[in-house]
Structures are given as C-alpha cells and as structure tokens.
C-alpha cells in the first residue's frame, strides 16, 4: 500500500517535473534503497570531496547521498550524469559494487580491466532509467567532448580517493545507448552478469 500510494504521488509531480527530478523518480521507482539527491553550492566539502572530485555530481556511498551542484541542474548533459551516479548506486546498494570489490581484490594484477567492466554497467544502468524517465534517446558523443567521469565521482568518504577509471568517450556512448533500449538484462558486460540488477528491480 505504502508503495502504491509513493507511485502515484511521483507521477502526480512529475508532469511538472524539472529534469533532475524526473530522472530522480525514474530511478526510484526502478529501485529501492536509492540516495537522495541533495542540490548544493558546491560539491567540494561533502563527504571528503575537494577540488580533484567531479564538481557537478557526486555520490557519497557513505551517506547514500547523490550531491548535484545547483548551478548545472539545467545544464543538458545533467540528466545523463545523475543517472550515472545512480547507475553506480544501483549496483552498491543491489550487491554489485560487493562482488566487484572481491573480485579486485583477489585479482589485482586485473584491476583496470574489472574496473572498466563495472564502468560499463553503471553507464548501461544510466542509460535505462534516463529511458524510463522518457527522456529522447542521447548519444553522449554529442554532449561531451571528451570522456566524463574519469576522475573521482562515487565511493566512500572521503570522496576524494574514491576510483578514477578511464574506459573511452566511444565505449561509455555504446553502453549507455544499450540502456536506453529499455532492457536492463543488457547490463551485462564481461562477467559481470545482470542477475542482481533484474533481482533487485521492481515489478
């Protein structure tokens, strides 16, 4: 009942929703235990962050906050950078980040590989709930130039020594367009299969 009564005062504010809580409630209604997303100033100062952390958005695996700087909330690549903070909250929150760490762990020799694969699911997973907030279909090579998200953006507090990842701009388009196909089974590159994803996805 609670959760009925959660969709249907979502829907009621999303007609007149900004983009950030569009992809905000898609996200939420894809899947539980998700962060808020706190609008701030600046994203320097929260949870560890500083200068070197991505100054747009950023999520605090520690707090399960996603800090959003107010100033870019309109900016049209924001829908896309939000989802792929959730992205990578899909996969601490759902058991995914869990078995990636243990797989690095045990094979460090293979880090930026399994790294890379994780990076990939997150944009594939950001690619579904940008779909399922009903944005248009983007090709991230027409919002970015170069390749976003290559230094710190997620992890623990203190943000700042949290993963930098290098994968391409090209890789990070192909993967999020596989998202937005709307079939999170899809997420599924590498070894790193898509089962926690369907289980953790609500009807």
Do not use: K
Request: glycine letters at 6%; charged letters at 20%.
């Amino acid at each position: 009942m609670l959760r009925w009564l959660m969709i249907v005062v979502l829907a009621a504010q999303s007609a007149g929703a900004d983009p950030v809580s569009q992809v905000t409630q898609a996200a939420h209604l894809a899947f539980d235990r998700l962060p808020d997303v706190r609008r701030v100033d600046q994203i320097a100062g929260h949870c560890g962050a500083d200068e070197t952390v991505n100054q747009t958005v950023a999520y605090c695996t520690t707090r399960n906050q996603i800090f959003l700087r107010r100033s870019a909330q309109d900016d049209p690549q924001t829908p896309y950078m939000l989802a792929h903070a959730f992205g990578h909250a899909v996969q601490v929150r759902h058991g995914v980040a869990d078995f990636a760490l243990a797989e690095i762990r045990q094979r460090r020799s293979e880090e930026a590989m399994l790294r890379g694969l994780v990076t990939r699911q997150a944009e594939c997973i950001a690619g579904f709930i940008v779909a399922r907030a009903e944005f248009a279909p983007t090709d991230l090579t027409s919002l970015f130039a170069d390749e976003p998200f290559t230094g710190s953006h997620w992890g623990r507090d203190p943000l700042h020594i949290g993963p930098e990842v290098s994968i391409g701009l090209a890789p990070r388009a192909e993967w999020f367009a596989i998202g937005q196909l709307g079939d999170l089974a899809a997420c599924a590159p590498g070894e790193f299969t898509s089962d926690l994803l369907l289980q953790a996805l609500n009807p």
